[in-house]
């Protein structure tokens, strides 16, 4: 009994151990050049440099602040957006295939577009992730707010509130679960299209700059450094959304 | 006095009249519902609506409560508009109905709050609620925290909570078993004795249309109109031994009969 809850408890655990003792056994075995593929010690031994005495902190912390900047400007425009158009059933229908068509083309096309635009410098990382990430928000929030529970917004109709206090104390909160569920896809995509942007659109700092160096150097030690950095901030994120949700939202699927 | 149809350009409703439905038009995809509908609701009374499935009991009280718009047709209560008139609605699924997102007792407080009344008056009429229906469960829980029947108690205490002049319930009781449901019809009682506010109960149930009622509206098939209206005038508080009574056989067994012929007579007509 003690036993197996003690294994319910850790079994998460053993896919990452699995993980690392394939790679290491690999490694150890010379079954991949070893010059494509590093040992796990070896790249361990380059996030610890990288974040002590290189500069991986730093890479690390510009492509935080250019995906929360990103994912932000989305949150701040898309969701408002969201909830006026989502109001408004004939809106969106009318709206609805111009959102589903931007929201289907890889929002990396339109790097060259926003390159020409805003130029080569930060703005246009931002300003791509923020729009992928934004279209994301945009639709789930509008959806959320069509799909409200009519009901809800029925009761506080009749005990007399007005359209604007059923819009944001009722519909708005109402559509939250689905309006998260935009933010986290939103999220994790900004941070997508920033890594992205970093590698090949004249960056000199980022995580995805890093990882191109690395490559282009032949240094795959730090390369996997790098994608293991990237690997967790994006993990990181996504846990502290669930989180965050699980608070705010603590009453969706209730 | 009663819940009656009533003549267009009758000569204004008596005193005890509450709520006076005139020319009450709806149809839905060309089909009418309504068609100048006449009807008189009598003041500190629960009335039941009863009728076919179809027949449009909730969407009656719903253009009356004005969460749908009427096509044509005029409803006054006391002669004021609905917009001058506090009224409380008790919805079937209370699931749906509360806010998950507030605490139960924020739920009993949100019609106080839109009223603009300051915290300690809401606090105030909080506790007096809570007092009157000796809660005893833990109102801080949020609404999906309790269950089915503390949630619809919650709902009932919501719609109480602003004094309303008319009270609507709409098949409040159908998604509870059946001892909770025997409970809440009780609350319901209690609450009807000590306020005297008139209330509109939609059932699909003609035990517990008949049993609460002081009046059962009995309703056609659509386009609907008024089969009859039947009194049933046991004292109150009535009990579940109320049931058994012959009052209650006598007045059930005449819905039934109401009932059954408006069937019979549209599937003859068919």
């Known amino acids: ?254 | 006095m009663s819940a009656r149809p009533a003549s267009v350009g009758s000569a204004g409703a008596s005193a005890d009249t509450h709520i006076t439905v005139r020319g009450l038009s709806k149809a839905f995809g060309g089909q009418p519902l309504y068609s100048g509908f006449n009807l008189d609701f009598p003041r500190s009374k629960i009335t039941s609506i009863f009728g076919p499935n179809g027949c449009g009991k909730s969407t009656l009280i719903n253009m009356i409560s004005g969460l749908i718009p009427v096509d044509a047709g005029e409803v006054l209560f006391d002669g004021k508009r609905l917009s001058e008139t506090v009224i409380g609605y008790v919805f079937q699924n209370y699931r749906d109905a509360l806010f998950p997102w507030k605490r139960s007792i924020d739920n009993i407080k949100y019609p106080l709050q839109l009223a603009g009344q300051s915290p300690a008056d809401c606090e105030a009429r909080t506790q007096e609620l809570i007092a009157s229906f000796d809660v005893r469960f833990d109102l801080n829980r949020y609404p999906y925290e309790l269950s089915g029947g503390q949630q619809q108690l919650i709902s009932i205490m919501r719609a109480l909570a602003p004094h309303p002049e008319v009270l609507f319930l709409d098949e409040p009781f159908s998604a509870l078993d059946y001892e909770m449901t025997l409970f809440m019809r009780d609350k319901l009682q209690a609450i009807f004795a000590s306020t005297g506010t008139t209330m509109i109960v939609v059932s699909h149930d003609l035990e517990e249309a008949v049993y609460l009622a002081d009046e059962v509206l009995m309703l056609t098939r659509r386009p609907t109109r008024v089969a009859d209206v039947v009194a049933f005038n046991a004292p109150r508080p009535r009990f579940p031994k109320t049931l058994t009574s012959a009052e209650f056989m006598a007045a059930k067994a005449q819905c039934l009969d109401v009932f059954q012929r408006e069937v019979q007579t549209k599937e003859l007509a068919q």
């Open chain 1, 1 to 254: 009994m003690e036993a197996r809850s003690l294994l319910r408890t850790f079994s998460p655990a053993f896919g990452a151990i699995g993980f690392v003792f394939l790679w290491w056994l690999v490694a150890q075995l010379k079954l991949i050049d070893p010059v494509l593929l590093p040992s796990p010690q070896d790249s361990a031994q380059a996030i610890w440099t990288g974040f002590v005495k290189g500069n991986l902190m730093a890479d690390l912390r510009v492509t935080v602040v250019r995906t929360l900047l990103a994912f932000l400007i989305a949150t701040l425009i898309c969701v408002p957006l969201g909830l006026v158009l989502g109001s408004s059933v004939r809106v969106y229908r009318s709206l609805e295939f111009v959102i589903d068509f931007f929201r289907s083309t890889p929002a990396s096309a339109l790097f060259p577009l926003f390159l020409v635009i805003l130029g080569v410098g930060e703005s246009t990382k931002v300003a791509v992730a923020a729009f992928g990430a934004g279209l994301l928000i945009l639709f789930n929030t509008a959806y959320g707010v069509m799909n409200a529970r009519k009901v809800r917004q029925a009761a506080a109709m009749v005990m007399g509130a007005s359209r604007t206090r059923v819009l944001v104390g009722v519909t708005l909160l109402e559509s939250l679960p689905q309006t998260f569920i935009g933010m986290r896809s939103g999220i994790s995509f900004a941070l997508v299209i920033v890594i992205v942007a970093e590698m090949f659109i004249g960056s000199t700092d980022g995580l995805g700059q890093r990882v191109i160096n690395a490559q282009m150097i032949f240094n795959m030690p730090e390369m996997y450094a790098a994608i293991f950095t990237a690997g967790v901030l994006g993990y990181t994120m996504n846990l502290i959304f669930i989180l965050v949700e699980r608070h705010f939202v603590h009453w969706g699927g209730k």
